[in-house]
Nanobody, 120 residues
Framework: VQLQASGGGLVQAGGSLRLSCVGSGRTFSMYGMGWFRQAPGKERESVAAISWSGGRTYYADTVKGRFIISKDNAKNTVFLQMNSLKPEDTGVYYC??????????????WGQGTQVTVSS
């Protein structure tokens, strides 16, 4: 599985962004997907995840009620809709694919990362 993340950018606090991660491979639909982020000087942290069927989701407490993860298996794509963005949401966002749940930080496959910057 190869992953390509996109959709990052510069946005003011309170704004929205939608990240996308397109996967290749016929078995993409069998993988759970997760979004992680890494802020400067901090460790990578899990932000949101969705199971292969879409039936289970996970959100970090810091993004609950603001971010929505979704998955379109027909398009091999996972999305992260980010609303009410805060400066502390700034970081490089990575998508990951794994058959395990919850999606671990040691996931098998990673996208290249997309920068999200939220200005105050």
């Amino acid at each position: 599985v190869q992953l390509q993340a996109s959709g990052g950018g510069l946005v003011q606090a309170g704004g929205s962004l939608r990240l996308s991660c397109v996967g290749s491979g016929r078995t993409f639909s069998m993988y759970g997907m997760g979004w992680f982020r890494q802020a400067p000087g901090k460790e990578r942290e899990s932000v949101a995840a969705i199971s292969w069927s879409g039936g289970r989701t996970y959100y970090a407490d810091t993004v609950k009620g603001r971010f929505i993860i979704s998955k379109d298996n027909a398009k091999n794509t996972v999305f992260l809709q980010m609303n009410s963005l805060k400066p502390e949401d700034t970081g490089v966002y990575y998508c990951a694919a794994d058959r395990r749940w919850p999606i671990p930080s040691s996931s098998d496959y990673w996208g290249q990362g997309t920068q999200v910057t939220v200005s105050s």
